[in-house]
């Protein structure tokens, strides 16, 4: 069974970098695509980041394009959100997820909710002005 679980949330203040890490156990690396996403209150939760099983594909939010960075180990079955430069609008619940991708980047590209099954029970993230 898959299970992410994330960790390295906390209060940042504004400007401040903040790096996020998931351990997803139970699945192909092969197969899933990893992503990050986040959910202000009062919010629906939205793509952040994600990234195909073998690293070559990245996708990002506009807003956090240039800001952000995912990354992977399949060796150690991780995935990791370096956000560089926080702003007040980045706080919010981060979630970890995984698709099976079966050899598409199709889930990459779209970087939808609706396209990933297994979660994480998410890490805080609070930024501070």
């Known amino acids: 069974q898959v299970q992410p679980v994330e960790s390295g949330g906390g209060l940042v203040p504004a400007g401040w970098p903040l790096r996020l890490s998931c351990a997803a156990s139970?699945?192909?690396?092969?197969?899933?695509?990893l992503g990050w996403f986040r959910q202000a209150p009062g919010t629906e939760r939205e793509g952040v980041a994600v990234?195909?099983?073998?690293?070559?594909?990245?996708n990002y939010a506009d807003d956090v394009e240039g800001r952000f960075t995912i990354s992977r180990d399949n060796t150690k079955n991780t995935v990791d959100l370096q956000m560089n430069t926080q702003k007040r609008e980045d706080a919010a619940m981060y979630y970890c997820?995984?698709?099976?991708?079966?050899?598409?980047?199709?889930?990459?590209?779209?970087?939808?909710?609706?396209?990933?099954?297994?979660w994480g029970q998410g890490t805080q993230v609070t930024v501070s002005s």
């Open positions: 990234i195909s099983p073998g690293g070559g594909m990245t």
């Open positions: 139970g699945f192909p690396d092969s197969r899933y695509c």
């Open positions: 997820a995984a698709s099976d991708c079966r050899g598409s980047t199709d889930n990459v590209r779209r970087m939808r909710r609706a396209d990933f099954r297994y």
